[in-house]
Nanobody, 126 residues
């Protein structure tokens, strides 16, 4: 079992930055692919970024590429999402997730993830 707890959300002006953290307890991170997802009000959940086992390859949604950076996933049992140049459309609840299957081609599919955090709210004002 893995428990995931996100933190670092908040209110920021457009153009600002936030760093989200996802702390895990239970089995260590390096056994899982870690992902970040987000869900805005009235919209479906969407993938944001993922990182392979032990902090390997990283993947990003086109909407955040060049602005967001995922890191961690190593023995420190914490994964981060550094978010720069934030836009109002980045406003959402951000969720951390872990999946046992290490296949990276499915990183965007939320149904592939086995464990989820409770989410942290990010609000970007214009």
């Amino acid at each position: 079992q893995v428990q995931l707890v996100e933190s670092g959300g908040g209110l920021v002006q457009a153009g600002g930055s936030l760093r989200l953290s996802c702390a895990a307890s239970g089995r260590t991170f390096h056994s899982y692919v870690m992902g970040w997802f987000r869900q805005a009000p009235g919209k479906e959940r969407e993938p944001v970024a993922a990182i392979g086992r032990s902090g390997g390859s990283t993947y990003y949604a086109d909407s955040v590429k060049g602005r967001f950076t995922i890191s961690g996933g190593n023995a420190k049992n914490t994964v981060y999402l550094q978010m720069n140049s934030l836009k109002p459309e980045d406003t959402a609840i951000y969720y951390c997730a872990a999946k046992v299957d290490i296949t990276m081609s499915t990183w965007k599919a939320g149904t592939e993830y086995d464990y989820w955090g409770q989410g942290t709210q990010v609000a970007v004002s214009s």
